[in-house]
């Protein structure tokens, strides 16, 4: 019910937008998050958005965007300066009646897509 796209190879300082189609439901009242997973290091949050508030991990926060259009159903992640550090497989996630406090918890989330893989190039 969660496709992600727009993943692939990209040198250091460059931008790539992930997308992240829902289908099946209408998800805007639902939390909606983008998760990451480095080769052999654990899945990591990166970037939510609950109602109208946006909330970003740290090291991508003011690099990285997300965005969701309720009308097409699908969450965006601008994702601008990438460095080698940014490779990852990311996954889009969804979850209904998320606190804020839970936003960056993986376990709230119950629908998750597939994963697109961004490789970052030095």
């Known amino acids: 019910q969660l496709q992600a796209s727009g993943g692939g190879l990209v040198q250091a300082g460059g931008s790539l937008r992930l997308s992240c189609a829902a289908s099946?439901?209408?998800?805007?009242?639902?939390?909606m998050a983008w998760f990451r997973q480095a080769p052999g290091k654990e899945r990591e949050f990166v970037s939510a958005?609950?109602?109208?508030?946006?909330y970003y991990a740290e090291s991508v926060k003011g690099r990285f965007t997300t965005s969701r259009d309720n009308a097409k159903n699908t969450l965006y992640l601008q994702m601008n300066s990438l460095n080698v550090e940014d490779t990852a497989v990311y996954y889009c996630?969804?979850?209904?009646?998320?606190?804020?406090?839970?936003?960056?918890?993986?376990?709230?989330?119950?629908?998750w897509g597939q994963g697109t893989q961004v490789t970052v190039s030095s």
């Open positions: 099946g439901r209408t998800f805007s009242d639902y939390a």
């Open positions: 958005i609950r109602r109208s508030f946006t």
């Open positions: 996630a969804a979850g209904r009646n998320i606190i804020a406090s839970m936003i960056r918890v993986q376990r709230p989330y119950d629908y």
